[in-house]
């Protein structure tokens, strides 16, 4: 009975005992190493469809370049790969184009969203995505507007990208310069945006006409997804990531304590401005394929995925990333085969990342550290 008994004790400490630091360090080498290849996946990933963009961008490039043929017999390759796809994956999707592109804009928006929306996140700002894409609209309306008095006809992206950096600015100036409490600038620019973007919007369809679709910009849309907002998402995507490459540091300090870096003598309101603008222009870019009303969600939901079960900052960021991407492209896929709206479909299936990682993360054993 005693020797059952000791027995019974025996198994129940060797249940309940702590793992040694010889497993706890298998464990987290083995998360490292996930991790790992999955940064270098969707590196490959993102080089090869900026190799794509690139391709798509060269093929149209003047006769005394005599580079066009070149790219175009390259960019008929990948078309032709996609079609093998097709027939493995019984689908008629991947031999043309307009798909490539919508997954080249999607994979580099997956990198780019969550790599600002950690700091985001972090300082609490995560409504500034939202206001800034309703800066961003206000632009798509002043660039219709603009197209149909003039018969302009260029990118609406670009003057939606000007209109949205310079409602960052001005929403950067509010904060620093009014004694409200924080939220109330960005409450009232994100308001008054969207009301004079569905005012000019009414008000020139009285007097010229105006083909838009308000609810492909609105919601997300694959059809909304030109080629040189391709090209524009992609040239912004490198110049946003060495950014915060080369600016790490400091954007770290003064996440977690910007007082501490205004005493270190930082210019923090210079790195605030810079953060709020590379945001400007990650959503602009976010807007073709997840609309005004849902691109936000790009800036957040993998980001908080990410906060569930990592273990430091840059284990967010880098957890964020690949949560991303899982986001993007699960969501594409089921939006392609169903024929459902891109924003939606993303934003559900970062949702269901976000709820699988409550279920498997342990909140008590996650612990950030920010050294």
Wanted: charged share 10%.
């Amino acid at each position: 009975m005693s020797q059952d008994t000791s027995k019974s004790v025996t198994d129940s400490e060797s249940t309940d005992r702590e793992p040694s630091r010889f497993e706890r360090r298998d464990e987290h080498t083995v998360r490292e190493l996930i991790e790992l290849v999955g940064i270098v996946v969707t590196a490959v990933l993102a080089v090869l469809m900026i190799g794509f963009i690139t391709l798509d961008w060269l093929r149209f490039a003047p006769e005394w370049a005599m580079i066009g043929p070149h790219a175009d017999l390259l960019f008929d390759q990948f078309l032709i790969a996609g079609a093998w796809m097709d027939i493995y994956l019984g689908t008629n999707q991947f031999q043309h184009p307009f798909t490539w592109r919508a997954i080249a804009t999607g994979v580099l928006i997956g990198i780019v969203a969550p790599v600002i929306g950690t700091f985001l996140v972090h300082r609490q700002m995560a409504l500034i995505g939202e206001t800034l894409a309703h800066t961003a609209f206000t632009g798509v309306a002043v660039g219709v507007l603009f197209a149909a008095v003039t018969g302009w006809g260029g990118s609406l992206l670009i003057v939606a990208l000007i209109v949205s950096v310079l409602g960052a600015i001005a929403l950067q100036w509010l904060t620093e310069h009014t004694t409200t409490y924080g939220d109330v600038p960005i409450a009232i620019v994100l308001s008054g945006s969207f009301a004079i973007g569905t005012l000019l919007i009414t008000w020139g369809r009285d007097f010229a006409s105006m083909a838009i679709d308000i609810e492909g910009f609105l919601f997300g849309s694959l059809a909304v997804i030109t080629i040189e907002g391709t090209r524009m998402v992609a040239a912004l995507t490198v110049v946003v990531v060495a950014i915060v490459a080369a600016t790490y540091k400091q954007l770290l300090f003064i996440t977690f304590d910007e007082q501490a870096a205004r005493v270190a003598r930082l210019n923090v309101d210079r790195y605030n401005m810079l953060l709020i603008i590379m945001t400007a222009v990650v959503v602009v870019g976010a807007m073709q394929i997840l609309g005004v009303i849902l691109v936000a969600a790009m800036l957040v939901i993998p980001v908080a995925t990410a906060t569930q079960i990592a273990h430091s900052f840059r284990e967010t960021l880098v957890l964020s990333i690949l949560f991303g991407q899982i986001a993007i492209l699960s969501g594409l896929a089921f939006s392609i085969g169903t024929s459902l709206p891109p924003g939606g479909s993303i934003v559900v299936a970062g949702i269901a990342c976000y709820l699988l990682a409550i279920g498997l993360s342990d909140q008590s054993d996650t612990q950030m550290s920010v050294h």
